[in-house]
Nanobody, 124 residues
Framework: VQLQASGGGLVQTGGSLRLSCAAS????????MAWFRQAPGKEREFVAG????????YYADSMKGRFTISRDNAKNTVNLQMNSLKPEDTAVYYC??????????????????WGQGTQVTVSS
């Protein structure tokens, strides 16, 4: 499985960005795709996840109401729409895929594959 992330960039406080992650290769029937982020000097943290079978979603508390995760079935892609961005959202954003889709996991160790990361910078 390969994951290709895109869509990062520089935006002002209050602005919006849309990230996309395209998955290619063989996956399970009920995999989970998620976004994590990692700021300099900090641990990688869960942002949002999408369970492909059933379409359920899960968000970290600080992202609820501002970020929306969705899928494009035809393209095997997960998108992350980020609104009302804040300087503290600045980080490298990674998409990840867990082959075992029993739940939407927030721990990095649950994920089998990772994309290359895309930089999001929010200026104040």
């Amino acid at each position: 499985v390969q994951l290709q992330a895109s869509g990062g960039g520089l935006v002002q406080t209050g602005g919006s960005l849309r990230l996309s992650c395209a998955a290619s290769g063989r996956t399970s029937s009920s995999f989970v795709m998620a976004w994590f982020r990692q700021a300099p000097g900090k641990e990688r943290e869960f942002v949002a996840g999408f369970r492909w079978s059933g379409g359920s979603t899960y968000y970290a508390d600080s992202m609820k109401g501002r970020f929306t995760i969705s899928r494009d079935n035809a393209k095997n892609t997960v998108n992350l729409q980020m609104n009302s961005l804040k300087p503290e959202d600045t980080a490298v954003y990674y998409c990840a895929l867990a082959l075992s889709g029993g739940a939407i996991y927030s721990h990095v160790r649950r994920y089998n594959y990772w994309g290359q990361g895309t930089q999001v910078t929010v200026s104040s």
